[in-house]
């Protein structure tokens, strides 16, 4: 008897012990599970909140890179401007360091004109404006300005060394009582409308003899005038 209850508490303990053992394991493992659960969301949530800042400083940094393709476009393009249009540092073209050249055009046809030409010599930008003031042969009158001619006169045209304008004087010939002469006299015009010292310009080309009843001159362009 003694025997057998011995071994029935034996027993009884042993039992215990496993189930015991077995609850620990069990919230080991619930706990282990709870855990791994925990740190999954707080991995997800970590990801979540570092996609969500990643992205937002993504835009954030497009953002910017989009205004700062802006500014630059518009900074360049002001440079731009700037550089080809501005007169700052040039002064006014001085008559002796330039060099003024005239052909006779389209002899005795229609549209009949002197075209004339003025290079900067010299070694530093300078500015030409309005339109040349030409006395023809030996006519003391100044011609006027054609009428025909395009706006913008008043603005100024800056030729660095070696750049060139150009203008026109055209020639109404009637046929009688006609003027003749094969050089004529330019001087160039200040932003006030004052002409400078004149210079005599004789005709180049195969007919240097021009004659006319009336004429006019166009403002000075960078573009040859009557160029076909």
């Known amino acids: ?93 001085r008559g002796d360091e330039m060099l003024l050249t005239a052909v006779h055009r389209f002899a005795g046809q229609q549209g009949d004109h002197l075209l004339v030409t003025a290079s900067n010599k010299g070694s530093t930008p300078c500015w030409v404006t309005s339109y040349p003031a030409v006395k023809l042969g030996d006519a003391g009158a100044v011609l006027p300005h054609s009428k025909k001619d395009n706006p913008g006169g008043s603005k100024r045209l800056t030729l660095q060394p070696g750049g060139k304008v150009y203008s026109a004087v055209n020639l109404f010939d009637y046929g009688s009582k006609h003027h003749t002469a094969q050089s004529f006299a330019l001087a160039l015009r200040g932003t006030n409308g004052q002409s400078g010292p004149s210079y005599s310009v004789a005709l180049q080309g195969a007919k240097p003899q021009f004659s006319w009843n009336e004429a006019d001159v166009l403002n000075w362009n960078t573009e040859k005038p009557y160029n076909f």
């Open 1 to 93: 008897m003694r025997t057998s209850r011995i071994r029935t508490v034996t027993l009884a303990a042993v039992t215990a012990a496993l189930a015991l053992g077995l609850t620990a394991c069990g919230g080991a493992d619930g706990g282990s599970k709870a855990a791994g659960s925990a740190a999954g969301s707080a991995q997800s949530g970590s990801a979540s909140d570092e996609g969500g800042k990643g992205g937002a400083e993504q835009a954030s940094g497009g953002g910017d890179a989009k205004e700062g393709a802006r500014s630059t476009a518009a900074s360049g393009g002001t440079g731009e401007a700037a550089g080809k249009g501005t007169t700052a540092g040039a002064g006014q073209c």
